[in-house]
């Protein structure tokens, strides 16, 4: 049972460059999460989608990022016109999707690099 | 503003003994509590969870503790092994505020051989 995939691994760009961060939740699973993780700190919640639906973008930044998640294939986080500032670890998250208080399986995360 | 937090940023151990790392809250309307490990360069790893109806929950070699009166959340791990070095993240569901997971600061266990 294949876990939370994301790709790519690693992504480096350019300043102004765009960025298109994969994730594939879980088998079975149809809420996706995502989080940034800044170095030697915590996660920090971004955006919470069920297929074709947004349900909380509250921790995400209003300009330049976006978060989809289609009826078919993986959940998309882009971030466009990237700056220095957006470097970080972005890690992806999926749940059951039955109830609330659900527990979360995370993927081994995209480490973008922003020269 | 409301958090989850770390009381020792650092944790070092000698293999064979028995780890704790301690986690505060500050809101009481928390739900449910996670325990994460990260390994350098993973995603955080589920370890065990509790809801805030429980005292205590156990795992293989884990154990959490929850004390809701001074909203403090603990994790044991008996017998640490080197392959127990990581850093470990308390997080917290607030069913008021959604499904998303609210992570503290983390804690690096380091385990000497």
């Known amino acids: 049972n294949a876990g939370v995939m994301q790709n790519p691994r690693h992504l480096v760009r350019r300043r102004g460059q765009e960025a298109r961060l994969r994730c594939s939740p879980m088998k079975g699973h149809s809420h996706v999460y995502w989080y940034r993780q800044l170095p030697e700190e915590g996660l920090k919640f971004m955006v919470y989608l069920q297929k074709e639906n947004i349900i909380d973008e509250s921790g995400m930044p209003k300009e330049r990022f976006s978060a989809e998640f289609p009826k078919e294939g993986p959940s998309i986080l882009r971030i466009q016109q990237v700056v220095r500032g957006d470097s970080a670890a972005y890690f992806c998250?999926?749940?059951?999707?039955?109830?609330?208080?659900?527990?979360?399986?995370f993927g081994p995360g995209t480490r973008l690099l922003v020269l | 503003g409301e958090s989850v937090g770390l009381h020792l940023p650092t944790l070092s151990v000698q293999e064979g003994d028995n780890s704790i790392i301690n986690c505060a809250y500050s809101?009481?309307?928390?739900?449910?509590f996670i325990w994460y490990k990260q390994e350098s360069g993973k995603g955080p790893q589920f370890i065990i969870d509790?809801?805030?109806?429980?005292d205590k929950r156990q795992g293989q070699r884990v154990t959490v503790l929850l004390n809701k009166t001074v909203k403090h959340l603990s994790l044991q791990i008996a017998a640490t092994q080197p392959g127990d070095s990581a850093v470990y993240f308390c997080?917290?569901?607030?069913?008021?505020?959604?499904?998303?997971?609210?992570f503290g600061g983390g804690t690096r266990l380091m385990v000497k051989p």
């Open positions: 998250a999926s749940s059951v999707g039955t109830g609330r208080l659900e527990t979360q399986y």
């Open positions: 997080a917290e569901i607030r069913s008021s505020a959604g499904n998303m997971l609210t």
């Open positions: 809101n009481s309307a928390s739900d449910y």
């Open positions: 509790i809801r805030s109806n429980m």
